[in-house]
């Protein structure tokens, strides 16, 4: 149940600065990492964003402060004979700070990155999900596609556990 009021929107370049600090929230607090580059990390996402267009951030905001993130990365796709133009998306990096997890924050960000892909009319999205959060991707609607395969081409891939 949402009991705060929680604003969703496409972020923009402006938002960069508080993509980056959620994303190394997410580093420090979920992975254990150590660094202390965060403000040449700030810049390089900043930077990421402007070159990489064709993901589109979405923030979740609650009193003017980003709580969440969710990306889609629109992916163009090879033609066929009677559809040139083919585009698909990925759901990436969809992050809500602890604190605020558990009151559907994490679903309007989903609700917002899904009619994007609806008004860009994209073909299929996916979204490779860490264990832990297949469940909310479940309540939201995704399922398992027994077409979706992928193929164990790294070391990473064939030892990960989720």
Request: some cysteine; proline content about 4%.
């Amino acid at each position: 149940m949402i009991d705060i009021e929680v604003t969703v929107r496409r972020a923009s370049d402006a938002d960069a600065p508080a993509l980056a600090g959620l994303r190394w929230r997410r580093a420090i607090q979920e992975r254990g990492y150590q660094g202390d580059n965060l403000d040449e990390f700030v810049a390089t996402l900043g930077d990421w964003m402007r070159d990489h267009p064709e993901h589109r951030a979405f923030v979740a905001e609650v009193a003017g402060e980003v709580i969440g993130m969710a990306w889609l990365a629109v992916l163009d796709r090879v033609p066929t004979a009677n559809k040139y133009a083919r585009r698909g998306g990925d759901v990436q990096s969809v992050f809500v700070v602890p604190e605020l997890r558990d009151r559907r924050v994490g679903a309007l960000l989903m609700s917002a990155v899904l009619e994007e892909a609806r008004r860009l009319e994209l073909e299929h999205v996916t979204v490779h999900s860490s264990t832990r959060a297949v469940p909310f991707y479940e309540r939201n609607g995704w399922g398992h596609d027994p077409e979706w395969l992928r193929p164990c081409v790294s070391w990473a891939c064939c030892w990960s556990t989720g």
